[in-house]
T-cell receptor, first 111, second 114 residues
C-alpha cells in the first residue's frame, strides 16, 4: 500500500526533553511538510522540504528541527526550546506543490 | 498577499438537507484551491481540487465546489447531508512558486442533526 505513516500515534514529553516524530512515505514524492494543529485552529507550517538534503523554515519553526537524509523520511524533533509543544502534528507529502497527502498524525502531550 | 477565509467556524444541518461551507480567498496569482476533510484525531483527506480547468469541481462522497473568480469564492456544497459527513473541513489555497505559500483556512466544523 502506498501512503504516509506517522509514529507514534501518541507521544509524551517531559520538560526539558527532546522528542522526535517520525514521518515516512512510499509515494516517491519529492516534497514533504510538517504542520502543527491546535484545537479549533487550522494548520500552521513548521518546516518543509522540496528535495533531499534541503529544507526550509515555515511560519512557526522556532523550537523545532528537521532532517531530510532520505527521500522517504522527514523526521521532526521537538526541542526543549519549544515551550508549548502540546498539539496534533501532521506530516504531508506532495509532488512539487500539487495535492498534499497527509499522514494520520501524532498527538504530543506534555507530562 | 494571499489569504483564505472560511466564513463559518461551525455549521449545523439536518440529515438529508443541503450543505454549504463557504470559503473566500485572495491571491495575486492564479491559485489552486482545495477542500480537505478531517475526522476526529485523523489526518486530512482530499475532497476535491480546482486547478484552472472546469470551474465546477466534483469530489468524493457527493461533494462539489464551484470556483467563482469574480467573487473570489470556492464554496463547498453537497445536496443531501449524511451523518458520516460530520467532520472538520479546510479550504486551502496553494501557489506553485513556493511551498511557503500553501495557506490553510481556519476550518469549519460540520455537525449533522438526526
Amino acid at each position: 500500500d502506498g501512503g504516509i505513516t506517522q509514529s507514534p500515534k501518541y507521544l509524551f514529553r517531559k520538560e526539558g526533553q527532546n522528542v522526535t516524530l517520525s514521518c515516512e512515505q512510499n509515494l516517491n514524492h519529492d516534497a514533504m511538510y510538517w504542520y502543527r494543529q491546535d484545537p479549533g485552529q487550522g494548520l500552521r507550517l513548521i518546516y518543509y522540504s522540496q528535495i533531499v538534503n534541503d529544507f526550509q523554515k515555515g511560519d512557526i519553526a522556532e523550537g523545532y528541527s528537521v532532517s531530510r537524509e532520505k527521500k522517504e523520511s522527514f523526521p521532526l524533533t521537538v526541542t526543549s526550546a519549544q515551550k508549548n509543544p502540546t498539539a496534533f502534528y501532521l506530516c504531508a507529502s506532495s509532488i512539487a506543490q500539487e495535492t498534499q497527502y497527509f499522514g494520520p498524525g501524532t498527538r504530543l502531550l506534555v507530562l | 498577499a494571499q489569504s483564505v477565509t472560511q466564513l463559518d467556524s461551525h455549521v449545523s444541518v439536518s440529515e438529508g438537507t443541503p450543505v454549504l461551507l463557504r470559503c473566500n480567498y485572495s491571491s495575486s496569482y492564479s491559485p489552486s484551491l482545495f477542500w480537505y476533510v478531517q475526522h476526529p484525531n485523523k489526518g486530512l483527506q482530499l475532497l476535491l481540487k480546482y486547478t484552472s480547468a472546469a470551474t465546477l469541481v466534483k469530489g468524493i462522497n457527493g461533494f462539489e465546489a464551484e470556483f467563482k473568480k469574480s467573487e473570489t469564492s470556492f464554496h463547498l456544497t453537497k445536496p443531501s447531508a449524511h451523518m458520516s459527513d460530520a467532520a472538520e473541513y479546510f479550504c486551502v489555497v496553494t501557489l506553485y512558486s513556493s511551498a511557503s505559500k500553501i495557506i490553510f483556512g481556519s476550518g469549519t466544523r460540520l455537525s449533522i442533526r438526526p
